[in-house]
């Protein structure tokens, strides 16, 4: 049959209406989000495992294990064609390995007005809010809120407290013994246990302080028709040839690349709208503004673009799962 017989068949043009189809809440973007909608029990919270895993690229080659991004969201709801997410011009180019800029106009005026006397620049100062991610892959190995995760290589975007406890594993702070997670024959599995919960201003958001990696070390475990089954050692402890090409070919069998989630230069039109912020917020231009805008409690803390860190970080804006 034709593709233009198909412009005469019912059944052959239903199956193109699949954008009325509901999304799952991975979407197509292949990250893997923790959704609290789904948790029956608040008390208990969400519940699932996860492995991290090395970052193979289709080339073969061994690259970071995670990729990391800063982005400033900016907040304008009186000028809602300027809202958005912009990443920093700070971030690591992953083609040259340095910063694409020096400079970050938006940081800069964020402490411009922080540090002023104005209270009213202060209240804009708020508009500005920043977000360091972190993205790897990682197996899901138990999901029973999203079961159709299990045994599917996604992408997790997490943050500073997650990053920590990847960090005191590697140091062997926990158990004593330095352990990488990412290791495929001697990681750890971590188990999420994630809440909601609120701060003072009324903010709610997911955290993941609770979240631990296991106890003891062990093998991958891959997805088979009896479910996921972990990978048999040799006698020495390693993986054997055979089981070692299984892993490879399910590693790189996987829908997304991390490297799609890498940091990108700002385009010409993205830096024309931070132009256009920073006037607006610094009261050079007022034209698109039909009004004073004022603070939410919406607002997230900025905190964290400074090199000191503090308790509020931990709390609301380090890892909350912004979706860019």
């Known amino acids: 049959m034709s593709n233009f017989d198909d412009l005469f068949s019912d059944d052959a043009l239903d199956k193109k209406m699949s954008f009325l189809d509901e999304q799952k809440s991975t979407g197509k973007d292949g990250l893997y989000r923790v959704d609290l909608s789904k948790v029956t029990d608040k008390k208990r919270g969400y519940r699932a495992t996860v492995r991290f895993l ?14 990391e991004k800063i982005s400033h969201y900016v907040d304008t709801k009186q000028v809602p064609e300027l809202a958005g997410y912009y990443d920093s011009p700070k971030n690591i180019n992953p083609e040259t390995g340095a910063p694409f800029s020096d400079k970050c106009p938006l940081t800069e005026t964020y402490w411009s007005l922080k540090n002023s006397n104005s209270a009213i620049l202060h209240e804009k100062a708020d508009m500005l809010n920043y977000s360091r991610k972190y993205f790897s892959y990682v197996l899901v190995v138990e999901d029973d809120q999203q079961p159709d995760n299990v045994g599917k290589i996604m992408i997790f975007q997490y943050g500073k407290t997650i990053k920590d406890k990847i960090g005191q594993e590697r140091n062997g702070d926990i158990s004593g013994e330095p352990c990488n997670i990412f290791s495929l024959k001697n990681g750890k599995d971590f188990r999420l246990i994630v809440k909601e919960v609120q701060d003072d201003r009324g903010n709610t958001f997911p955290d ?3 979240c631990q990696f296991v106890s003891n070390p062990a093998p991958i475990s891959l997805p088979t028709s009896d479910g996921m089954k972990q990978i048999p050692t040799t006698d020495d402890g390693n993986i054997s040839s055979e089981h070692q090409e299984k892993i490879k070919e399910f590693i790189l069998n996987r829908d997304t690349n991390i490297e799609d989630f890498s940091p990108k230069p700002l385009t010409e039109e993205q830096e024309s709208k931070i132009s256009e912020i920073i006037d607006y917020l610094t009261g050079r231009s007022s034209a698109k503004s039909a009004a004073e805008s004022e603070p939410s409690e919406d607002d997230f803390s900025f905190d964290e673009a400074s090199n000191e860190s503090s308790s509020s970080d931990e709390k609301s804006g380090d890892d909350f799962d912004f979706d860019f």
């Open 208 to 210: 993941y302080r609770m």
């Open 54 to 67: 090395p970052n193979v690229t289709k080339e073969g080659q061994i690259g970071p294990s995670a990729i």
